[in-house]
């Protein structure tokens, strides 16, 4: 557990007032263990307020819902740009994707673009997204191969749709259901460890990547330490860091990995396992947004190594217009081959190319 900020507020207390903060903590972090448990059996995520003094950093310290930014949209990628592949959407059916904004609206931000599935698809493609890839995650076991086939099925409807897998990490018959959906022709797993509380060198998430290593599917997985928030089901600083996904890269050396977010918070430590590991790949998802304060990420490497950044943007699940950090991307004027290749380029090399 860190306990970082709890430190950093109690600066200059006595040390016996410290060490007793410090074991509040620590009680307090086993009774989030608990109710974590208890959230897998329920539907929507259940809110914890236990972790309120020691967690949260991008979302206000624990001050969350964040304001939305009401900034105007454009009507259409801008002409300018070359074409473009959203390679991070999200998608759930109808009642799980209601739940999801109910959580953001109380814990994270205002949902600007409230879509069901079909409506996220036709709305990005209909503006001049050349193609989207369909993201998604089971909060609970026995629920994977439902929600892999709704994916499935809407990518069916429309070829210039590309959908990932999902699957609990420690749920029975993981490697079956990776099989699955690959015969449904998903391109890869989502997983995300805030979610599916679970660290990413477990020996749980282990399963999953294993199999997908060796059917050949890319894992995109949400293994970055921000946004924290109190009531996410586990301490995402306790169970996420560079140095836990740099044990997957080595102990799976031809798993081609994704870490949205630019691996936020620990921009410079992503930045350095980019350069050591070929199969390490970062998204973009809200880091160009200026949305969250005191995120400093690394914009070098969007033309230092633009063939393992891909584009990405949380759609429909954002506080801010849908088109903004494009409109970042256009202003940052980018070497044309460095932002063709991260607009379109990698995710194409990632989930297309390297599959066909």
Known sequence: MDLRPLLEASRGAPHARVEALALAARRAQARHVEHARAARELEDLVPCGCMALVMADWLAGGRAPLAALGDEEGARVDAELPPVWDAHVHVFPDRLFQAVWRWFAEHGWPIRYPLLAPEVASFLLSRGVERAVLLH????????RSMNTFVAELCGADPR??????VLPGEPGVADIVAEAARLGLRGIKLHCHVQAFAPDSEEA????????????????????EPRSPALPVDTYAVCAAERTERVLRRFPRLRVCVPHFGGDEFDDYAELLDRFDNLYLDTTMMLSGFFTGAD??????????????YGTDFPNIPYAWDRELRVLRDLR???AALGQV???TARDLFVKAQS
């Open 161 to 166: 749709l590309i959908g990932l897998a999902t």
């Open 297 to 310: 990420v690394p914009v070098r490497l969007l033309s230092a190594r633009p063939e393992r950044i891909l």
């Open 206 to 225: 282990a399963e999953v990547l294993g199999a997908a290593e060796q059917l050949d599917m890319p894992v995109v997985i949400h293994a970055g330490r």
């Open 334 to 336: 980018l070497p044309d």
């Open 137 to 144: 995650y089971a909060h609970k076991p026995g629920i994977a």
């Open 343 to 345: 607009l379109a380029g």
